[in-house]
Nanobody, 127 residues
Framework: QVRLVESGGGSVQAGGSLRLSCAAS????????MGWFRQAPGKEREGVATIYSGSGTTFYADPVKGRFTISLDNAKNTLYLQMNALNPEDAAMYYC????????????????????WGQGTQVTVSS
């Protein structure tokens, strides 16, 4: 069983930065996919970024490319999301997710195939 606990959310002004963390326990295997998803009120959950542990390959949704950076500290079993140049459209509940599948599927950021989820951390961006 994998447990994911997010932290680091908060309220910032547009243009500001936040770093989200996701502490994982009970990692399922040596190669797995972890990622960040977000859901704003009235909108569907969408993929933000994913990383495949085996290769370190990262994937980003177009709206966050160049602004967000996903990283994985295997020694600490912790996933990070550095978010820079935040804008009000980035405001949402951010969720950490993990599962075992191929790197190809990891890049597709399909939320319904992730088996493990955290409870979420709220990000608010004021203009």
């Amino acid at each position: 069983q994998v447990r994911l606990v997010e932290s680091g959310g908060g309220s910032v002004q547009a243009g500001g930065s936040l770093r989200l963390s996701c502490a994982a326990s009970g990692n399922p295997a040596s190669s797995y996919c972890m990622g960040w998803f977000r859901q704003a009120p009235g909108k569907e959950r969408e993929g933000v970024a994913t990383i495949y542990s085996g290769s370190g390959t990262t994937f980003y949704a177009d709206p966050v490319k160049g602004r967000f950076t996903i990283s994985l500290d295997n020694a600490k079993n912790t996933l990070y999301l550095q978010m820079n140049a935040l804008n009000p459209e980035d405001a949402a509940m951010y969720y950490c997710a993990a599962s075992i599948f191929t790197e190809r599927l990891c890049g597709r950021m399909r939320d319904h195939i992730f088996g493990y989820w955290g409870q979420g951390t709220q990000v608010t961006v004021s203009s």
